[in-house]
């Protein structure tokens, strides 16, 4: 059975090889001049799931960026939690009197989204635009202190995609666990969740949360929302489905592979399972990156670079990993060598030899 490899957009790699610099946020016209603010309330020493708060409001907005998104969505990705919310208990500025000198550093509409979306309930959010809740126009009605909001089309587009990349950028098992049916959160003791609590765990990729991006990112095809902002060029430019079910069986999968719970003596086994994983979910590049290089062990160079090339693929369409074992830029590094070491037929044959690898070029 083919397998669903994806060509290279040569485009967006381009992009995605802009953003792999640490400093390419130092820059950037539009959010550069806010950075040193932001720094300055301390982000880069607060802890945020998979990194600090710096590394996951930078990885945000890289995304966004990635994604051709406006100056005032790229900036509400990167001040998305400042005034605090209810996931994140981080207030970098009060909302009750630090507005105005947000306001003056990025301007009103800017200011406007981020408070928003910060004070709007995000789990409602979610799970009403999950539920079909949007109304014929595009907008969407919420309800706080008693009082419904009405979001308009803009906003919700907006919302979504930088819910999209906020969910992305931080999401593994270790929130699996803790954050589990989100977002129908079931608050139970905490006693029962000691075990899972254990920070950072085992560092698995999540196994439901895509099937949940790709659904927010399938809203964006609505009537009243198509065209307000740019697609993000994930999961087809938002337009396939990723089931539960396909999630979960390509994550376990993955990870037996990982963990080497697949003899790795003999490849055939190991790269069968991990076929199976592409085939479940062909939309991250982690599991064809770890193809490409068992293609590669075996002497199957045009596998190789075929697997390889989609996986660059996935990572320059995503901006962030989905294994975050790694940082992004990190996979995007060795999925490089492993293309050329596949369109060049330069893979070691000594395993000590791979502590050299170099690209070229």
Avoid at 312 to 318: D, H, P, V, Y
Wanted: charged share 20%; aromatic share 10%; net charge negative.
């Amino acid at each position: 059975m083919t397998l669903p490899f994806h060509p290279l957009d040569q485009q967006l790699f381009t992009r995605a090889q802009a953003l792999l610099d640490d400093e390419w946020i130092a820059h950037d016209a539009d959010l550069a001049p806010v950075l040193p603010t932001v720094l300055a309330r301390n982000v880069g020493q607060d802890w945020h799931k998979a990194g600090t708060f710096r590394h996951h409001l930078v990885g945000v907005a890289r995304s966004l960026t990635l994604w051709q998104q406006p100056r005032d969505v790229r900036l509400l990705g990167l001040l998305h939690s400042v005034y605090g919310n209810a996931f994140v208990d981080l207030v970098k500025f009060d909302p009750a009197s630090e507005r105005a000198r947000l306001r003056d550093l990025v301007g009103e509409s800017a200011e406007h989204l981020v408070y928003l979306f910060c004070t709007q309930s995000r789990t409602q959010f979610v799970q009403r635009v999950l539920g079909g809740g949007l109304e014929a126009d595009g907008s969407l009605a919420l309800d706080k202190d008693g009082q419904r909001h009405l979001l308009s089309p803009y906003e919700v587009a907006a919302f979504v995609i930088v819910s999209m990349a906020d969910t992305i950028e931080q999401w593994f098992s270790w929130q699996d666990d803790i954050y589990s049916r989100f977002p129908n959160v079931q608050h139970r003791p905490q006693a029962v969740h000691w075990a899972a609590s254990l920070w950072p765990g085992p560092m698995r990729p999540t196994g439901r949360m895509l099937h949940q991006i790709a659904e927010l990112g399938q809203a964006l095809q609505h009537p009243g929302l198509k065209g307000l902002l740019p697609v993000p060029p994930v999961f087809a430019d938002c337009t396939k489905h990723l089931s539960v079910a396909a999630e979960a069986a390509a994550t376990s999968l993955y990870w037996s592979v990982i963990q080497q719970d697949q003899p790795l003596v003999d490849l055939d086994v190991a790269t069968a399972v991990l076929e199976q994983a592409v085939r479940h979910n062909p939309w991250v590049g982690e599991p064809q990156m770890v193809l490409a290089q068992l293609y590669l062990s075996a002497g199957r160079r045009d596998d190789a670079e075929h697997a390889a090339q989609s996986a660059l693929q996935c990572f320059s369409a995503w901006g962030n990993a989905w294994d975050k074992r790694v940082q992004w830029d990190a996979w995007v590094a060795w999925t490089r060598i492993l293309l050329q070491s596949a369109s060049e037929g330069g893979w070691p044959e000594r395993l000590d030899k791979l502590n050299n690898v170099a690209l070229r070029g």
